[in-house]
């Protein structure tokens, strides 16, 4: 399967505790994104990568999150100190931007998601 | 800041029935238009797409959608629903000719067929 893949489908911890996630992209694409999912909403978007620099965080992302995306390829995305309001599901998606010769007609291609369940 | 709003929560509807579903987006420039599907189990999968020039598109599975700039709308329509089409919608909008690529998401809409 050559699609986006998150891992693990689905995470239980304890509030207080500190949880990571990972999101493989589509192999050659070069933008990623996490996004945050809860119950009767849409996705609300988080953060995002060009290749490994994060470009943009948004002001969901309290400073217990942190994401990274080392050299390029797979992100995580870590939660510290977990807060039951930390429930969601969480979304990677990802994309190839080529340029201004692709006009910035991209679309995202979404994972699985992570069901973040905090008790 | 972008907003998305999509008027019916959910929508009950019985096969063969026709489907619309509408999206309101507030953003005065140029924007790019999506609907994504969830079926249940699986994960969000694009639908159709708008980047320009027609504005009427079509997607898979015998959907279209309409982009009308004066009523900043891209509702989405199919003319006979089947049982299968039972999912859940989201419309989505980022900003045209960025490549910045952030998108804003309706709250989606339920959509429930009975066989």
């Known amino acids: 399967d050559t699609g986006v893949s998150q891992n693990p489908r689905h995470k239980i911890t304890k509030r207080g505790q500190n949880v990571t996630f990972r999101c493989d992209p589509i192999?050659?694409?070069?933008?990623l994104y996490w996004y945050r999912q809860t119950l009767g909403q849409g996705p609300e978007f988080l953060t995002y990568f060009q290749n490994e620099a994060q470009l943009e965080k948004s002001r969901l992302l309290s400073d217990r999150f942190s994401a990274e995306r080392p050299k390029g390829s797979f992100s995580t995305l870590e939660i510290q100190r977990t807060e039951q309001g930390d429930s969601a599901m969480y979304l990677c998606a990802s994309s190839l931007v080529s340029g201004l010769a692709g006009g910035f007609r991209f679309e995202q291609y979404f994972g699985p998601g992570t069901r973040l369940t905090v008790t | 800041a972008q907003s998305v709003s999509q008027h019916n929560h959910h929508v009950i509807l019985s096969e063969a029935a026709s489907l619309e579903l509408g999206c309101n987006y507030s953003y005065g420039g140029t924007v790019n238009l999506f609907w994504y599907v969830q079926y249940p189990g699986q994960h969000l999968q694009l639908l159709l797409k708008?980047?320009?020039?027609?504005?009427l598109v079509k997607g898979i599975k015998g959907f279209e959608a309409e982009f009308i700039k004066s009523k900043f709308s891209f509702n989405l329509r199919k003319p006979s629903v089947q049982w299968s089409d039972t999912a859940e919608y989201f419309c989505?909008?980022?900003?045209?000719?960025?490549?910045?690529?952030?998108?804003?998401f309706g709250q989606g809409t339920i959509l429930t067929v009975h066989p």
């Open positions: 192999s050659e694409h070069n933008r």
């Open positions: 708008y980047f320009s020039g027609d504005p």
């Open positions: 989505a909008v980022n900003l045209g000719g960025t490549s910045y690529g952030k998108l804003t």
